[in-house]
């Protein structure tokens, strides 16, 4: 992984610049650490190495001035050996005492290391500092967690906050209360689902629409996707594919023939024939997409309950979409037919208490709005959350997955096989409002802090 953090700039010296250490750099951050920690302060008798050391998951940001002197460093990575869930520490952040004070070369470490961390795919960034060091990092915005003893003086253990879901969940989801005053999209008991049941029949109507950007720079991976949103919507209120109607907007009609022609692969492999539609040219791009299915027993977003188990039954399959890395996960172009309607059937075949697909909210944001609709509030394990090798956790918890279905039961619930998809218990639903990060040491941290949608309690 790589982020651009050259030159971060101080404003009194202009020429400082952080970057990753590697060869004599990292010698020079070493050889400080040992002046300071060792020599200076006495913190350790001979040398203060540990085992994050050694880990080549390790970064060390060094602070260089104009001729190449290094002024000094911070180090950061995972918490843990393992699996990297995005559990970060940070620490051994070291500045040479002549060049300490009026320059600010430790807050521009600090500030370099939280923007590494955040870009890593970090939700959980934490530092033990002297107590001494403590309004330091306030000033910059960590929170205090608790105190510490470190080689036998105080220290303070901080958090940065990290708001990415929260930010996410608030961007996409949040106004929509405000704006669907009165509506109750869905009725009674299926407010805020991911489709709505038509009165008096068995049919379940859904409907997305496609972001303008997206079908005008990739229009035939934009015709997959919008009948990929809508039948993955029917699925999630167990209901199968009857048919789908699409709106179309394009400049021209070679345009117009892209996008048809990624509607017409996906309808043919989902197996949900097109039945019509609209199509308007010399226009800017767009995209709709509404889908029918057919159910008589629809499970609902808002059925969850306190106590019931949280699971995630996802396509851990494929790799990011060239063009949208961190932000969309495609398993489902490289799936043929009976392993993309195997993965369509397993709610209407575990029939759970509520069921929502994870959508552009994220597996958190999604999560929210699964508890919000439930009138309770939602723990999330995230060492247990199924995810693919190459996604690191705030990516994969932020993104829009192929095939991903959060659904809530009792434990002893039986829960299907789903072709290729794999699923784990990874949380549970509880009392309160919001969504909560488990740590595996237990510590809890606030992912989402009330409802998503504002929609309420379905």
């Known amino acids: 992984m790589s982020v651009d953090l050259v030159p971060v700039l101080s404003g009194l010296r202009p020429t400082v610049q952080i970057e990753p250490a590697s060869g004599a750099a990292l010698d020079a951050y070493r050889a400080l650490r040992q002046a300071v920690f060792v020599e200076e302060q006495g913190l350790f008798e001979r040398h203060d190495r540990d085992e994050l050391d050694d880990d080549p998951r390790t970064v060390v940001l060094v602070a260089r001035d104009q001729r190449g002197t290094v002024l000094g460093g911070v180090r950061l990575g995972p918490a843990r050996p393992g699996s990297d869930i995005g559990w970060w520490l940070g620490g051994r952040l070291v500045v040479d005492s002549r060049a300490r004070g009026t320059n600010g070369i430790g807050p521009l470490l600090v500030n370099a290391a939280c923007a590494w961390a955040e870009n890593a795919g970090v939700l959980r960034f934490e530092a033990t500092v002297q107590a001494r060091n403590e309004p330091l990092f306030h000033r910059l915005g960590w929170r205090r967690v608790r105190p510490a003893v470190v080689a036998g003086v105080r220290h303070t253990l901080m958090r940065w906050p990290i708001g990415r879901l929260a930010v996410l969940a608030g961007a996409t989801k949040q106004p929509l209360g405000e704006l669907l005053q ?248 509880v009392a309160g409002q919001g969504v909560r990060l488990r740590w595996p040491d237990g510590e809890l941290t606030d992912a989402i802090p009330a409802g998503v949608t504002g929609l309420g309690r379905a």
């Open 182 to 429: 009165g509506l109750r999209p869905g009725g009674s008991g299926f407010v805020g689902d991911d489709g709505a049941p038509v009165p008096g029949t068995d049919l379940i109507a859904a409907c997305d629409a496609i972001i303008p950007s997206m079908v005008e720079r990739d229009p035939h991976w934009a015709g997959w996707c919008a009948v990929l949103v809508n039948v993955n919507d029917l699925a999630a209120m167990g209901a199968a594919p009857v048919g789908l109607l699409n709106a179309i907007g394009a400049r021209d009609a070679a345009l117009a023939g892209r996008i048809l022609g990624g509607l017409r692969e996906a309808s043919a492999r989902y197996g949900i024939p097109i039945l019509g539609g609209h199509t308007q040219l010399g226009v800017p791009a767009a995209l709709s997409a509404t889908a029918l299915g057919r159910t008589g027993h629809p499970v609902p977003g808002g059925g969850g309950r306190p106590g019931q188990q949280v699971r995630l039954t996802a396509d851990l399959g494929g790799q990011w979409r060239p063009g949208y890395h961190g932000r969309q996960w495609d398993s489902t172009s490289t799936r043929d037919s009976s392993q993309l309607r195997a993965m369509l059937g397993v709610v209407a075949q575990a029939r759970p208490s509520a069921a929502k697909d994870v959508s552009m909210a994220g597996i958190g944001g999604t999560l929210g709005m699964l508890a919000e609709a439930s009138g309770c509030g939602a723990v999330l394990d995230v060492a247990r959350v199924p995810r693919p090798a190459g996604a690191t956790m705030g990516d994969w918890l932020t993104c829009f997955p192929g095939f991903a279905m959060l659904t809530t039961d009792h434990a002893a619930s039986a829960v299907p096989a789903a072709g290729p998809a794999v699923g784990g218990a990874c949380g549970e639903l």
